[in-house]
């Protein structure tokens, strides 16, 4: 039997790594999002697809330097890879018409209401086949690697028909194999009421519990079961019957909760324990409280409340309160077409006074725990995914500080180097 020496790659020279403390818990809770660690002139060891370890340059092992590709880090900022924890970016085509309608002074709802929005994007999926939605996908993936992203998370949501949905999960498992990005699917199959159900829509809500759930849950198409919870989409009785079928199943439920109004999403996500709520932006005070004493998980999506021209979710409140808080780009064809989450970060800061730690520690570990992964992924540790990224900056802090330019200079996925520089 022979024993051959595994070969490391070492990032070295690297101006300043900086990742959220996580003391081995797989999220961080109210103001403990501000705790950072960083280590100026950095080196980063990595075993195959694992990190192995970090430090100091100066204080580099001797073993790892004999048998080792040795990458130079100078003037990068590694932080550890973005979790996109919420997006819609299986789509059959763009919704421009509609932006320019808004930017007219339409509403996001009176364009739904008239038969655009989702139903629009159900339309163009529907028609649309694997290998077209495959091709597009697969081309926002990789610009998505290129703004720092690392790990996605993709709903159906587009398709609400039996086949359309399958369809739709099979594409997102086709990306899956086929890119580097991780990727998480969610059936969302209850995004909204598909225009063919709209005279009964109780036998919708009857085909996505008696057969969608059961057949996806079957198949291992997801682990999770989402719902809109929205006055014109799902009301709280029909999110509580369809969560509470994919409890049944196996899914872990996620809501888009209180997103247009304070219907009460919030609320329910605390009592079927989802492991995310996301949206908020009209959270009560009650549910803040619960989301405190709770482990859901707060998504905040200032994406959609920026390019919709809405209120931004009371992030502030929820951290300060002790909540667990997410951030996401829910990049999707409608409420908010863009997958970068250094924006989002900018956004979350200015507009929802977090600081950049939290922006940080929001779209890394807290977006891993939302996807039950933070084992793997969210921060950069020893034993977990080499999922970094690196950046052309002073320090951390300068990422939400110069926004609309993109930093990222080379990412480390799972061991692979892709360098943009
Ligand atoms: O998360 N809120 C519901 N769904 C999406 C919007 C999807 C669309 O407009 O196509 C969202 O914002
Ligand atoms: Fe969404």
Same mark, same amino acid.
């Given at each position: 039997m022979t024993h051959k020496n595994p070969t490391y790659t070492i990032v070295q020279n690297i101006r300043q790594l900086a990742t959220p403390v996580?003391?081995?818990?797989?999220f961080l809770r109210g103001r403990k999002m501000r705790n950072m660690e960083t280590v100026d002139n950095a080196a980063v060891v990595i075993n195959s697809d694992t990190i192995e370890w970090i430090g100091k340059d100066a204080d580099l092992p001797d073993q790892y330097s004999g048998n080792a590709n040795i990458i130079d880090g100078s003037g990068l900022v590694a932080l550890p890879g973005f979790v996109d924890m919420h997006t819609h970016m299986v789509f059959g085509a763009t919704r421009e018409e509609e932006f320019a309608m808004r930017c007219s002074g339409a509403t996001y709802q009176e364009i739904a209401a008239k038969g655009g929005g989702i139903n629009n994007t159900v339309r163009s999926t529907r028609e649309a086949d694997k290998s077209k939605l495959r091709k597009q996908t697969m081309r926002f993936l990789d610009r998505m690697i290129r703004h720092g992203t690392t790990t996605v998370e993709i709903k159906s949501g587009?398709? #609400?028909?039996e086949n359309d949905e399958v369809k739709m999960l099979d594409v997102i498992k086709m990306v899956k194999e086929d890119h580097l990005i991780n990727i998480v699917p969610t059936f969302l199959g209850a995004h909204a009421i598909p225009p063919e159900y709209k005279e009964h829509r109780e036998e919708y809500v009857e085909l996505v519990c008696k057969k969608m759930i059961p057949y996806v849950a079957r198949k291992k198409l997801t682990g999770f079961c989402d719902v809109f919870c929205e006055n014109g989409f799902f009301t709280l009785e029909e999110s509580r019957r369809i969560l509470q079928t994919g409890i049944e199943y196996g899914l872990s439920p996620k809501i888009h909760a209180d997103e247009l109004s304070p219907l009460g999403g919030s609320e329910l996500a605390v009592e079927v324990n989802a492991v995310s709520a996301d949206? #908020?932006?009209?959270?009560s005070d009650k549910a803040i409280e619960m989301f405190a004493k709770s482990d859901v998980i707060a998504g905040m999506l200032p994406g959609v409340s920026f390019y919709l021209g809405h209120d931004y979710a009371p992030a502030r409140k929820l951290i300060d309160s002790g909540a667990v808080v997410a951030l996401a780009t829910d990049f999707n064809p409608g409420s908010c077409v863009s997958y970068s989450v250094p924006l989002m970060m900018t956004m979350a800061c200015t507009q929802m006074k977090m600081t950049p730690e939290e922006t940080l520690t929001a779209a890394t570990i807290n977006a891993a725990a939302s996807l039950n992964i933070a084992d793997k992924v969210g921060s950069i540790e020893k034993g977990k995914q080499a999922d970094i990224v690196f950046l052309q900056m002073p320090n951390y802090m300068y990422l939400p500080y110069h926004f609309g330019e993109n930093h990222v200079a080379a990412v480390m996925k799972s061991g692979t180097w892709l360098e943009y520089r």
């Amino acid at each position: 039997m022979t024993h051959k020496n595994p070969t490391y790659t070492i990032v070295q020279n690297i101006r300043q790594l900086a990742t959220p403390v996580t003391n081995g818990k797989p999220f961080l809770r109210g103001r403990k999002m501000r705790n950072m660690e960083t280590v100026d002139n950095a080196a980063v060891v990595i075993n195959s697809d694992t990190i192995e370890w970090i430090g100091k340059d100066a204080d580099l092992p001797d073993q790892y330097s004999g048998n080792a590709n040795i990458i130079d880090g100078s003037g990068l900022v590694a932080l550890p890879g973005f979790v996109d924890m919420h997006t819609h970016m299986v789509f059959g085509a763009t919704r421009e018409e509609e932006f320019a309608m808004r930017c007219s002074g339409a509403t996001y709802q009176e364009i739904a209401a008239k038969g655009g929005g989702i139903n629009n994007t159900v339309r163009s999926t529907r028609e649309a086949d694997k290998s077209k939605l495959r091709k597009q996908t697969m081309r926002f993936l990789d610009r998505m690697i290129r703004h720092g992203t690392t790990t996605v998370e993709i709903k159906s949501g587009y398709g #609400l028909s039996e086949n359309d949905e399958v369809k739709m999960l099979d594409v997102i498992k086709m990306v899956k194999e086929d890119h580097l990005i991780n990727i998480v699917p969610t059936f969302l199959g209850a995004h909204a009421i598909p225009p063919e159900y709209k005279e009964h829509r109780e036998e919708y809500v009857e085909l996505v519990c008696k057969k969608m759930i059961p057949y996806v849950a079957r198949k291992k198409l997801t682990g999770f079961c989402d719902v809109f919870c929205e006055n014109g989409f799902f009301t709280l009785e029909e999110s509580r019957r369809i969560l509470q079928t994919g409890i049944e199943y196996g899914l872990s439920p996620k809501i888009h909760a209180d997103e247009l109004s304070p219907l009460g999403g919030s609320e329910l996500a605390v009592e079927v324990n989802a492991v995310s709520a996301d949206h #908020l932006e009209h959270i009560s005070d009650k549910a803040i409280e619960m989301f405190a004493k709770s482990d859901v998980i707060a998504g905040m999506l200032p994406g959609v409340s920026f390019y919709l021209g809405h209120d931004y979710a009371p992030a502030r409140k929820l951290i300060d309160s002790g909540a667990v808080v997410a951030l996401a780009t829910d990049f999707n064809p409608g409420s908010c077409v863009s997958y970068s989450v250094p924006l989002m970060m900018t956004m979350a800061c200015t507009q929802m006074k977090m600081t950049p730690e939290e922006t940080l520690t929001a779209a890394t570990i807290n977006a891993a725990a939302s996807l039950n992964i933070a084992d793997k992924v969210g921060s950069i540790e020893k034993g977990k995914q080499a999922d970094i990224v690196f950046l052309q900056m002073p320090n951390y802090m300068y990422l939400p500080y110069h926004f609309g330019e993109n930093h990222v200079a080379a990412v480390m996925k799972s061991g692979t180097w892709l360098e943009y520089r």
